[in-house]
C-alpha cells in the first residue's frame, strides 16, 4: 500500500525568476522545453504563474538544471534530480 504526502507552498515571484533565468540563458525557448520535457504552453504558464496545480518539484529541479540556477527551494522529501 503507498500513502501520498503532498506538500504545497507559495513562493512570491518564481515565475518571474524562471523567466529571468530563461532570458538571460542562450538556449532557445524551444530547446528549453526540450530538455524539461514540457510544452511551451506549460512553460509560459509557469512563467505566468497560471499554471493549473502546483508546479511539480521534480519539473523545478529540471528547470534548475537546464538553466543551471538555483532558485534556493527546498521541501522535506525533496527527490534529488
Same mark, same amino acid.
Given at each position: 500500500?503507498? &500513502?501520498? *504526502?503532498?506538500? +504545497?507552498?507559495? &513562493?512570491?515571484?518564481?515565475?518571474?525568476?524562471?523567466? *529571468?533565468?530563461?532570458?538571460?540563458?542562450?538556449?532557445?525557448? +524551444? *530547446? &528549453?522545453?526540450?530538455?524539461?520535457?514540457?510544452?511551451? @504552453?506549460?512553460?509560459?504558464?509557469? $512563467?505566468?504563474? @497560471?499554471?493549473?496545480?502546483?508546479?511539480? &518539484? $521534480?519539473?523545478?529541479?529540471?528547470? $534548475?538544471?537546464?538553466?543551471?540556477?538555483?532558485?534556493?527551494?527546498?521541501?522535506?522529501?525533496?527527490? $534529488?534530480?
Amino acid at each position: 500500500m503507498r &500513502i501520498r *504526502q503532498v506538500k +504545497e507552498v507559495e &513562493i512570491e515571484g518564481l515565475g518571474e525568476r524562471i523567466k *529571468q533565468a530563461r532570458l538571460d540563458s542562450s538556449k532557445s525557448l +524551444e *530547446q &528549453i522545453c526540450d530538455e524539461v520535457g514540457v510544452s511551451r @504552453t506549460y512553460w509560459y504558464d509557469v $512563467e505566468k504563474e @497560471t499554471l493549473k496545480g502546483a508546479l511539480s &518539484i $521534480e519539473n523545478l529541479r529540471k528547470i $534548475e538544471g537546464v538553466l543551471g540556477v538555483d532558485f534556493g527551494v527546498s521541501l522535506e522529501g525533496d527527490p $534529488e534530480i
